[in-house]
């Protein structure tokens, strides 16, 4: 039997503990939420033991490994303390929020041997398994560029109470949202040497980002762009899609399909219905279950292979701190002189900018 | 409970298969009169029960079916709650206890304070009443004979261990709306075992029942074993398993076991309505003139 500890009772925490629960192997000796309300409740119902505080777990219950849901501000600190005690981690993404701390959690959980997984669940979709598959087996040549998208109906209004509306606690597209598509990029394509033409913007949001758009760049000259917003509300839920193009074909892929073109052969298509294995239990998605039983698995001894450990989590996390700088520098390609503000999107645009081009005829770049 | 039910993914574009042709049905059926014209024409092919998740544009079809009473007499809903994109959308930016209590009505003074107290007590009890009867809102004055729990807040609160949940469901849907609670779920043979411990007898279950096991947790063949020999009555969705199986040998899969009672299918043709209502007709009778 494993012990499990389940550390934040929000969205993620309940869903990765309605999952565990049902595991054969596991026993779930505690949870803890900051909330009294969630807490009490889930006492009083399903009889699970509750904890007001991690360490308080952590030493009370002894658990073989904990599950960290809570506010991504807290990961790390949490994490390190289950560490610290010889207990395996799964936490919830993004990893840290400072690029010292992943390193420092990291080395950590090499020291002590421990598993340690982030939950970013979009490597276990089958379609993209596939697709991560089709990439290395070559099937579509070598990559020269390809493009990772993000939608979805997050945040459609200008309000929002929680920690996700501030930046402080992790909050916002970037590292809420845009995280899941870097990791999957990275996972497919590799992590990119630098980044440019970031920009990152808000749209309802006003202490945050609700969109990421920016170029990869990989030392071997391969480049890639990311698109991510999540106030787009013509999706029903987050929508992924990633699309190559190599020397022999087309890849696209999101999390039904996984369509391949080959150059002279056309196309072949997989779907996830054919695609994705049974899992033990279902709740909302065959992914959420794959990765806490993946996770058990490592646990439990019974596989030895590595997805989404932290120094994986850390290579995203890098990413998105230079999405982040690279936003900062805004434009590096500019018009010389003193270019006027133009009034985008104004009637007085075409006469501006007319103006302008008239009193400044031999236009130079720098 | 009718042989052939309608069900409603297609008019909110979910599609397991293909997210290219999701979206085409989004925008199809944007305007509820597409969604209304199809509910029409499977109503012409004998098809009087419409299983829909109790999504806001739900509502305007209710007010259009009670606008026409002559037009829809003897037509059904099988009410499946919650919306539950509405529910995960609204925890993201509220946090749990702040999408609880903007979900529970605050248009009544009373409920208000009868759902503070709920709140404060740890009852879940009048806590899940209010929630349940602010997803029937919109179904006041229509038949609705069978009212669902969506598979995501069963298998959820299964997971979980909550299972006075479904006894609580079940007893509010019998006393309050008359009607016989029905539970969807993705892990039957699970739930059938929770739902006998939690007291709920010979329940209405729908789940994934189809040849190619997609989304049948334990397997097929323990599906077939469970669907032979247990107490429920089944309802078998996603037969076609999105369109990855061809319709009569998907069909017949499910025609073939007898006790299944009623199978819901996503359809926006009149062509693919009558195909599936007259192979379900013909395999029917197949099997009961094998069985004679």
């Known amino acids: ?366 | 409970m009718d042989r052939l039910l309608l069900g409603d993914n297609p008019f909110f574009g979910v599609n397991h298969m293909s997210e290219e042709k999701a979206r085409a049905q989004a925008l199809r059926f944007q305007s509820n009169r597409a969604v209304i014209e199809v509910l029409d024409v499977a109503l012409d092919e004998g098809i009087r029960t419409f299983m829909c998740t109790t999504h806001e544009r739900i509502a305007e079809v209710c007010d259009h079916m009670r606008a026409n009473p002559a037009r829809y007499a003897g037509y059904r809903f099988y009410p499946c709650m919650p919306y539950a994109h509405k529910y995960n959308n609204a925890v993201t930016e509220l946090g749990m206890l702040g999408a609880l209590k903007k979900m529970l009505p605050d248009g009544l003074l009373g409920s208000a304070v009868q759902g503070g107290l709920a709140l404060a007590t740890k009852d879940i009890e009048p806590v899940m009443r209010m929630l349940i009867d602010a997803e029937m809102a919109m179904f006041r004055g229509l038949a609705t004979p069978v009212v669902f729990l969506q598979n995501v807040v069963v298998d959820f609160l299964m997971g979980l261990g909550f299972r006075d949940a479904f006894r609580l469901f079940a007893r509010h849907v019998q006393e309050r709306y008359g009607a016989e609670p029905g539970f969807i779920t993705m892990n039957l043979p699970r739930l059938l075992d929770t739902l006998e411990q939690a007291g709920v007898d010979n329940p209405i279950v729908c789940a994934n029942i189809n040849q190619l096991g997609f989304r049948m947790c334990g397997g097929r063949e323990l599906y077939e074993r469970t669907i032979a020999t247990r107490r429920f009555r089944p309802v078998a969705m996603s037969v076609f398993a999105s369109g990855a199986l061809p319709a009569r040998e998907a069909l017949r899969y499910v025609c073939a076991q007898k006790r299944i009672e009623s199978i819901v299918f996503g359809a926006s043709s009149r062509a693919n309505i009558r195909q599936t209502r007259l192979l379900v007709e013909e395999l029917d009778r197949d099997r009961e003139a094998v069985a004679a």
Not at chain 1, 1 to 24: E, R
Not at chain 1, 335 to 357: D, Y
Request: hydrophobic fraction near 40%.
């Open chain 1, 1 to 366: 039997m494993v012990k499990i500890g389940v550390i934040g009772l929000g969205k993620m925490g309940l869903s990765h503990l309605s999952i565990v629960k049902t595991h054969p192997d596991v026993k779930v000796v505690g949870v803890c939420d900051a909330t009294g309300y969630v807490l009490d409740v889930m006492a009083k119902y399903t009889g699970l033991a509750p904890f007001g505080d991690y360490r308080a777990l952590l030493d009370g219950a002894k658990p073989d490994a904990v599950l960290i849901a809570t506010p991504s501000r807290s990961h790390g600190e949490i994490a390190r303390a289950a560490l610290e005690r010889g207990v395996h981690v799964f936490v919830e993404k993004p990893f840290c929020l400072s690029l010292e701390e992943a390193h420092e959690l990291v080395a950590l959980a090499r020291r002590k041997q421990a598993v340690n997984q982030v939950g970013y669940h979009y490597r276990f979709i089958a379609a993209f398994q596939e697709a991560r598959r089709v990439l290395r087996a070559g099937t579509i040549g070598e990559v020269h560029n390809y493009r990772v998208e993000a939608y979805g109906p997050v945040v459609l209004r200008p309000r929002g109470s929680t920690w996700r509306s501030q930046k402080s606690e992790g909050g916002g597209c970037l590292y809420d949202y845009a995280s899941h598509a870097v990791n999957l990029s990275n996972w497919l394509f590799g992590v990119p040497a630098g980044i440019g033409g970031a920009v990152v913007h808000s749209v309802f949001s006003s202490g945050v980002d609700d969109e990421v758009y920016a170029t990869l760049y990989h030392a071997n000259g391969v480049s890639g762009q990311l698109c991510i917003n999540w106030s787009d509300e013509t999706q029903r839920k987050m929508s992924m899609r990633v699309e190559a193009w190599g020397s022999k074909g087309k890849l696209n892929a999101d999390r039904q399909e996984c369509q391949v073109h080959v150059r002279g052969e056309g196309w072949s298509v997989r779907y996830t219905t054919d695609l994705t294995p049974p899992v033990r239990y279902y709740v909302r998605g065959e992914e959420f279950s794959a990765q806490i039983d993946h996770f058990v698995d490592r646990v439990a001894g019974r596989s030895s292979e590595e997805v989404n450990d932290f120094a994986s989590a850390l290579e995203t996390d890098l990413v998105l701190e230079m999405l982040e700088r690279d936003a900062a520098l805004g434009a590096r390609t500019t018009v010389v002189g003193a270019a006027p503000e133009l009034p985008a999107g104004k009637a007085s645009l075409r006469e501006t900018l007319a103006r302008w081009i008239a009193g400044k005829p031999a236009l130079r770049l720098r």
